[in-house]
């Protein structure tokens, strides 16, 4: 395998972390290009003593200037870029081989984008481009002839379980529905933890914490994508993300409860078969499958141990527990601009929630009054329009909260 450049977006988050240390331990495959951040300059600047990548990219000019003296004093000369052009820049660099989009929300957008026009090998981990401009995105990758794999751990089991011929179409977005039933499958099933409510009585939902809510029983992952796997609105957006990525209608799509984590997606085929992929949940080996491909690498993952592991067990999904995932398929049976209204609202609503400004439960009512109120738009031609909508639907969310804790008081 020759040696691969890769920018990393969002560098210090969860994924960003895990990419790294799979990077660590396969040196002589990968080398970084680019990584980047918003905020932690701290953990940039000793990724950048470790990993030595030609640039690093930060929010604004202080911070970059900050992380320029800092590296000097260390002597390594990784050049410090600031701002969206430059997210722009790393993403599309002649010299880039793949790009590993992970930084977290709608702000992950643009830069993917701007990956994919340049045809880039994208390992993505942001599911809010799918969800906000799914359609999109992937036109974008069809024309370009850009190949985009999938690193969440479901999107990247059902990937694994699918047969090869699929697998190479899907990467570069030629995969047409009515493929499916010629190639023997009948749907895909999303796997879900439930999240660590899944058995919490449902009269004390509205008193749990941000520190409740953030305790995920099986994974260890960024702040946002916790709360969401809690309201289960992280299923919501994966089966958005499902259907833009594997081209395949929400019907075909069955969610199912299996709380050990153990097996991370499936694949239903006509002949009765339900291919799996299973392993210890840790982002690593999912990571460490998208950077090899084709081939296997070290993810640096314990092995699963079929002696210790509980039973594994599979439940219906309940709506009434979890409304958010209801939500999530009413957005894709609106259609239109919906997810992305449906998006915008969640990630002001989760906000506020982790700032202890509404009760876990409000979250759906946000999300829910946002989507009754902000009007869809029938044609959407450009990014531009999405993130209209996107600031649109933000605004009108956070005056619901506005509202709500004035009507509290
Ligand atoms: P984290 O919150 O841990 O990390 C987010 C990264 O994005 C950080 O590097 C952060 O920088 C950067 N970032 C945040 N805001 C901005 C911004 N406005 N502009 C530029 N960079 C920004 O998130 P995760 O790693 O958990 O998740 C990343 C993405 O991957 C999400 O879309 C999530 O849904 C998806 N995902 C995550 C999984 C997981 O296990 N964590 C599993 C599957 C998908 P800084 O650190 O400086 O703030």
Known sequence: MKQQNISILGATGSIGTSTLDVISLNRDKFRVFAITANS???KLFLQCIEFNPYYAVVA???????LHDMLRTKEVDTEVLY??????????????????????????????LDAARAGKKILLANKETLVVAGDLFMRTVRQSGASVLPVDSEHNAIFQSLPEKVRLAMANGKWKTEDYQSSGISSIILTASGGPFLDTDIDIFANITPQMALKHPNWSMGRKISIDSATMMNKGLEVIEACHLFNIPADLIEVVIHPQSIIHSMVRYIDGSVLAQM??????????YCLGLPERIDAGVEALDFFTTDALCFRAPDIERFPCLQLA??????GKDAPCILNAANE????????DKIRFTDIARV?????????????????????QKDTIARDMAQQIITDMIKNDE
């Open 40 to 42: 932690q300059i701290d």
């Open 60 to 66: 604004n000019e202080s911070d970059a200037n900050r």
């Open 83 to 112: 701002g969206a052009e430059s997210l722009a820049y790393v993403a599309s660099h002649q010299n880039v081989d793949m790009v590993m989009a992970a930084i977290v929300g709608a702000a992950g957008l643009l830069p993917t």
């Open 279 to 288: 392993g210890t949940p840790n982002m690593c080996t999912p990571i460490a």
């Open 329 to 334: 398929f009413e957005a894709l049976r609106l």
């Open 348 to 355: 002001i609503a989760v906000a506020n929630f982790l700032d």
């Open 367 to 387: 999300i829910e009054k946002t989507m009754s109120l902000c009007p869809l738009n029938d044609d959407i031609f450009s990014i531009e329009q999405l993130l």
